[in-house]
């Protein structure tokens, strides 16, 4: 665990407790930083919304503009929550923030706290722009205090967090859409039909104008490229530097926000080819892992997606790549226990992978369980050790193709194990 990790969690609880009033009476305590930001880019949702944020990100900052970021998690330091007019945040100002934070928090969680740091060092930085994620719903996020964003966006909902959030598909995208705020735009992703309802029964009371994709405007692969077209334009892009066809529709979002945002044609074709977003079907080729794979010739990809709707995008990744190049296919998997695992691997039972499960630090499934719950999903599953000792055994079984997946908590002790592949 990283020094930051370790200050936050022995200071402040590290429960959820999806509420407004403990962060209200934080930022009132610091002056209110979150009425002091740039203009924000709110952005909600299940899947996909931080490849939405980074690619926002890259094409506010092709357009020459100073853009501050919040995401979360992180993958290996704690700073790479916050980034300050395009650099993520120092050790020596985020000390002296969460300083600040502490000496009037009182019982704020981990996240509040982190938040609320996060808005006042960006409250102190000059920047043209703020883009916000949302750590959990939507309504009582922490993120929430947001008053007045500039644009709401609000990326595909799905389950997940059900202990939290319910299984209510409805109801979910009804938490989702508490970034909807007064008069501020919405740029809604592409949604199942009973998201959609509940998002614009909420747009309707709070007066929200919505551009809806499939709707209002769409977005499509096309000659290796990307195609775009709203109301009023056609667009032929670069595809974004993202991988993966679900990152098309998470890319037709950005797009649509940037537009809305006025920022020009090439800035969003410099911004797609830029974008990076660590852990998202990544290739490995550094570190210790990446060149235990490429001596063995093989490829080796990481993916942080951990519930049904990511296991999909990764089943279809994997399926066009096995169908233009075959190779021995092998998973690497750790996921956390509170996890959909059955429906995880219900989407890859198509994939006809070998699968060896692990844990990780923090709250993983134990890796004889999840390998039990493949094994009903009629997938080969082996427990094993480690991240390195399931990497080993695929390899010496042939495998030629290796994607490590199931948490952005495994990643990023993958990504950790080298300063090489850690997060910039």
Not at 230 to 252: S, V
Not at 266 to 282: C, D, N, T
Not at 284 to 311: F, K, M, T, V
Not at 354 to 371: E, K, N, R, S, Y
Request: hydrophobic share 50%.
């Amino acid at each position: 665990m990283d020094p930051i990790s370790a200050r936050l969690r022995a200071r402040h609880p590290q429960r959820i407790d999806l509420s407004l009033d403990r962060m209200r009476a934080l930022c009132a305590a610091l002056g209110d930083p979150q009425h002091r930001l740039p203009p924000v880019v709110h952005v909600a949702g299940t899947n996909g919304k931080g490849s939405t944020v980074a690619m926002i990100r890259a094409i506010a900052e092709a357009a020459g503009l100073r853009v501050h970021a919040y995401t979360s998690p992180h993958l290996v330091r704690f700073n790479e929550r916050i980034r300050l007019a395009g650099k993520l945040i120092e050790d020596q100002a985020l000390n002296a923030t969460l300083d600040r934070i502490e000496a009037v928090s009182g019982e704020a969680t981990v996240f509040e706290s982190t938040t609320a740091a996060a808005f006042l060092a960006m409250s102190e930085t000059p920047a043209d722009l703020a883009i916000i994620e949302v750590g959990l719903g939507g309504v009582l996020d922490a993120t929430n205090v947001i008053e007045r964003p500039l644009l709401s966006v609000i990326a595909p909902v799905d389950y997940d967090h059900a202990e939290f959030l319910g299984t209510d598909l409805a109801g979910i995208a009804t938490e989702k859409a508490g970034v909807l705020k007064p008069g501020a735009p919405g740029v809604i992703a592409r949604q199942q039909e009973a998201a959609m309802a509940a998002i614009e029964r909420a747009a309707q009371a709070v007066r929200a104008p919505l551009t809806v994709m499939g709707v209002d405007f769409d977005a499509w692969a096309e000659r290796g490229g990307l195609a775009f077209q709203d109301q009023e334009r056609f667009l032929d892009l670069p595809a974004p530097g993202l991988a993966g066809a679900h990152q098309i529709d998470n890319a037709g979002v950005a797009i649509a926000a940037a537009l809305e945002l006025d920022l020009p044609e090439a800035a969003i074709a410099e911004g797609l080819k830029s974008v990076r977003w660590p852990a998202r079907l990544q290739r490995i080729s550094a570190g210790p892992y990446g060149e235990a794979a490429r001596a063995a010739e093989a490829e080796l990809w990481l993916d942080g997606g951990h519930n049904p709707h990511a296991a999909k995008a990764l089943a279809a990744f994997l399926a066009e790549r096995q169908a233009r190049a075959p190779r021995p296919l092998a998973l690497i998997c750790g996921m956390l226990a509170n996890k959909d695992a059955g429906g995880f691997f219900a989407a890859l039972k198509d994939s006809h992978a070998t699968i060896f499960t692990v844990g990780f630090d923090g709250a993983a499934a134990d890796p004889a369980a999840l390998a039990a719950v493949a094994r009903g999903h009629g997938l080969a599953a082996t427990p094993a050790g480690s991240v390195d000792e399931a990497l080993r055994l695929a390899l010496r079984l042939g495998a030629g193709r290796v994607a490590i997946c199931g948490s952005l908590y495994l990643a990023g002790e993958v990504l950790g194990a080298s300063e090489e592949t850690w997060p910039v």
